[in-house]
């Protein structure tokens, strides 16, 4: 059974950090694509950073330079360093899991806000 688990959300202040974490369970960690996503109240659920198994990364235009996503095989986690946090920041992160040739799996999200 795949499970993602995330935690590290918060409440911030205005160019505060924070960092996530999402542990992965059920899936060979190897060979899958992670990412996170948020979703702010009334907006669609966006891409905000993946990377993939070899480590090659990619950022929403938003958070480019502020936030930086990185795994770690061996304890099958992923981290989202978010720095000089923002209020429209402020949303509901997901961790989404994509193994190759899979459909991609998602955890509950973790509340992140922002205040200015």
């Known amino acids: 059974q795949v499970q993602l688990v995330e935690s590290g959300g918060g409440w911030v202040q205005a160019g505060g950090s924070l960092r996530l974490s999402c542990l992965a369970s059920g899936i060979d960690f190897r060979i899958t694509e992670m990412a996170w996503y948020r979703q702010a109240p009334g907006k669609e659920r966006e891409l905000v950073a993946q990377?993939?198994?070899?480590?090659?990364?990619e950022y929403v235009d938003s958070v480019m330079g502020r936030f930086t996503i990185s795994r770690e095989r061996a304890k099958k986690m992923v981290y989202l360093e978010m720095n000089n946090l923002k209020p429209e920041d402020t949303a509901v992160y997901y961790c989404?899991?994509?193994?190759?040739?899979?459909?991609?799996?998602w955890g509950q999200g973790t509340q992140v806000t922002v205040s200015s």
């Open positions: 989404r899991a994509r193994p190759w040739r899979q459909s991609a799996y």
């Open positions: 990377i993939g198994n070899t480590g090659t990364t």
